[in-house]
């Protein structure tokens, strides 16, 4: 069993930077596709982007595209979301995840293992 922790959230202005981490213990971490999810209030749980088992290929949603990076240091069992440019629409609790299968899937039903989430909070 796969158990994800998240931090590094907390509260930002607009335009500020942060990095999220996510630590694996449990299983093989080396073979997990990994991803982010964010889920604002009253809102659905929102894709963020996902990363390969190796870190070679990843993706992003559009609205993060060009502004939050994904990585993993898979000798740390940890994958990290670096955000820049935060938006106050940025603003929820992002949750990690993670899948057996190699596909980057932005379904977060695919996603087998989850975080219990850290709450990132964006004012402008």
């Known amino acids: 069993q796969v158990q994800l922790v998240e931090s590094g959230g907390g509260a930002a202005q607009a335009g500020d930077s942060l990095r999220l981490s996510c630590s694996a213990s449990?299983?093989?971490?080396?073979?997990?596709?990994m991803a982010w999810f964010r889920q604002a209030p009253e809102k659905g749980r929102e894709f963020v982007g996902a990363?390969?088992?190796?870190?070679?290929?990843?993706r992003a949603a559009d609205s993060v595209k060009g502004r939050f990076t994904m990585s993993r240091d898979n000798a740390k069992n940890t994958v990290y979301l670096q955000m820049n440019g935060l938006e106050t629409e940025d603003t929820a609790v992002y949750l990690c995840?993670?899948?057996?299968?190699?596909?980057?899937?932005?379904?977060?039903?695919?996603?087998?293992?989850w975080g219990q989430g850290t709450q990132v909070t964006v004012s402008s």
């Open positions: 995840a993670a899948s057996l299968s190699d596909q980057l899937r932005t379904q977060w039903t695919v996603y087998r293992y």
């Open positions: 990363i390969s088992w190796d870190g070679t290929n990843s």
């Open positions: 449990g299983g093989t971490f080396s073979l997990l596709t």
